[in-house]
């Protein structure tokens, strides 16, 4: 039986053998009908590339990203392509849509592709099971995940609420408004911040939920929410992200409440963005370049054939000009 090469699905699809490459690998933007066309002909011919990754010299590794824009002003993914880089290996960075069927597709692309070796992902869509299902078995982990088994980096996450509680605390705040997902596959995570709030007697705790989209209405809902709480004398604010802690800025400025003189604001994300807010933000941080660095390890032991053991990793508090005793 003939083996069904690249130049059968170009000429099946009507196209170049270039463009049947990027339609797989994702290196160049290809029109939807063209790509649709190139499927098909791979569907219908039943071509798979050679699977044999050590015979081709793979050295490429695949990043899945939730949005493409904020990976970029991520510095984490700055850390995991520079050690991706010192160790002879290639990023290809892969957003994923919120269809299902789309993300399956792009796995399983990925996993034909001749050059990946390796898959990392930091996507929040997706689960373990769902990479052992699409991947064809490529060596593949998961970027800080709670109670994942494709994780080899643990964060203790509750040690994150715990010292913004405990700087909030020793400012003499007594409640403090937390804002988090509405959903999240990061469950465990999640439920580990909720935790850390209810336990924490010290402090009375309260959760607002970010809105659903940019438009007016859910903006307002949420300010309505702000406006209730601060009433109730709450004066601190912990934000899941540097937007999260954006929509206490912004609110705090329509409300002529100056911060930290009227409202103070911790944020709990790794982002160059919180240096950029004025006042500049204080952060919790887990250490990024420590964890990168031990993810993109754990990542190229896999796909050598090696195996490395979890490792867990603890937050440091980052003082900045956010935070202030409560005014009055």
Same mark, same amino acid.
């Given at each position: 039986?003939?083996?069904?090469?690249?130049?059968?699905?170009?000429?099946?699809?009507?196209?170049?053998?270039?463009?049947?490459?990027?339609?797989?690998?994702?290196?160049?933007?290809?029109?939807?009908?063209?790509?649709?066309?190139?499927?098909?002909?791979?569907?219908?011919?039943?071509?798979?590339?050679?699977?044999?990754?050590?015979?081709?010299?793979?050295?490429?590794?695949?990043?899945?990203?939730?949005?493409?824009?904020?990976?970029?002003?991520?510095? =984490?993914?700055? /850390?995991? !392509? +520079?050690?991706?880089?010192? &160790?002879?290996?290639?990023?290809? *960075?892969?957003?994923?849509?919120? @269809?299902?069927?789309?993300?399956?597709?792009?796995?399983?692309?990925?996993?034909?592709?001749?050059?990946?070796?390796?898959?990392?992902?930091?996507?929040?869509?997706?689960?373990?099971?769902?990479?052992?299902?699409?991947?064809?078995?490529?060596?593949?982990?998961?970027?800080?995940?709670?109670?994942?088994?494709?994780?080899?980096?643990?964060?203790?996450?509750?040690?994150?609420?715990?010292?913004?509680?405990?700087?909030?605390?020793?400012?003499?705040?007594?409640?403090?408004?937390?804002?988090?997902?509405?959903?999240?596959?990061?469950?465990?995570? =999640?439920?580990? /911040?909720? !935790? +850390?709030?209810?336990?924490? &007697?010290?402090?009375?705790?309260? *959760?607002?939920?970010?809105?659903? @989209?940019?438009?007016?209405?859910?903006?307002?809902?949420?300010?309505?929410?702000?406006?209730?709480?601060?009433?109730?004398?709450?004066?601190?604010?912990?934000?899941?992200?540097?937007?999260?802690?954006?929509?206490?800025?912004?609110?705090?400025?329509?409300?002529?409440?100056?911060?930290?003189?009227?409202?103070?604001?911790?944020?709990?994300?790794?982002?160059?963005?919180?240096?950029?807010?004025?006042?500049?933000?204080?952060?919790?941080?887990?250490?990024?370049?420590?964890?990168?660095?031990?993810?993109?390890?754990?990542?190229?032991?896999?796909?050598?054939?090696?195996?490395?053991?979890?490792?867990?990793?603890?937050?440091?508090?980052?003082?900045?000009?956010?935070?202030?005793?409560?005014?009055?």
């Amino acid at each position: 039986m003939k083996k069904i090469t690249m130049n059968d699905v170009a000429r099946e699809a009507g196209c170049s053998k270039a463009t049947v490459s990027y339609c797989i690998t994702h290196n160049r933007p290809i029109g939807e009908e063209t790509s649709r066309r190139v499927r098909a002909a791979i569907e219908k011919l039943g071509y798979r590339p050679d699977s044999d990754r050590r015979s081709l010299g793979k050295k490429n590794i695949a990043i899945l990203v939730n949005d493409l824009f904020r990976s970029f002003l991520n510095p =984490v993914i700055k /850390y995991i !392509t +520079e050690e991706i880089s010192e &160790r002879g290996y290639i990023t290809q *960075i892969y957003p994923l849509q919120s @269809d299902i069927n789309r993300v399956s597709e792009l796995i399983r692309n990925i996993g034909n592709t001749r050059n990946i070796a390796g898959i990392l992902c930091m996507a929040s869509a997706l689960e373990s099971v769902d990479i052992f299902k699409w991947s064809h078995g490529i060596p593949s982990i998961i970027f800080i995940r709670d109670g994942c088994m494709l994780s080899p980096v643990q964060f203790d996450y509750r040690h994150c609420v715990r010292l913004a509680l405990e700087h909030f605390a020793q400012l003499g705040h007594r409640k403090v408004l937390f804002i988090t997902e509405r959903e999240t596959t990061e469950r465990l995570s =999640v439920q580990a /911040y909720f !935790t +850390e709030l209810k336990e924490n &007697r010290r402090i009375e705790s309260r *959760i607002l939920l970010p809105p659903k @989209d940019s438009e007016q209405r859910d903006i307002d809902e949420l300010y309505a929410a702000f406006d209730t709480a601060y009433a109730e004398g709450f004066r601190a604010v912990i934000g899941l992200n540097a937007f999260y802690s954006s929509l206490a800025y912004r609110w705090a400025t329509r409300r002529k409440h100056p911060i930290p003189e009227g409202l103070s604001v911790i944020c709990l994300e790794n982002t160059d963005l919180a240096d950029w807010f004025i006042p500049r933000l204080t952060k919790i941080l887990a250490p990024a370049e420590e964890i990168a660095a031990y993810t993109v390890e754990t990542l190229i032991a896999k796909i050598e054939n090696q195996t490395l053991p979890p490792k867990k990793f603890q937050p440091y508090f980052i003082p900045g000009e956010s935070t202030a005793p409560p005014r009055g």
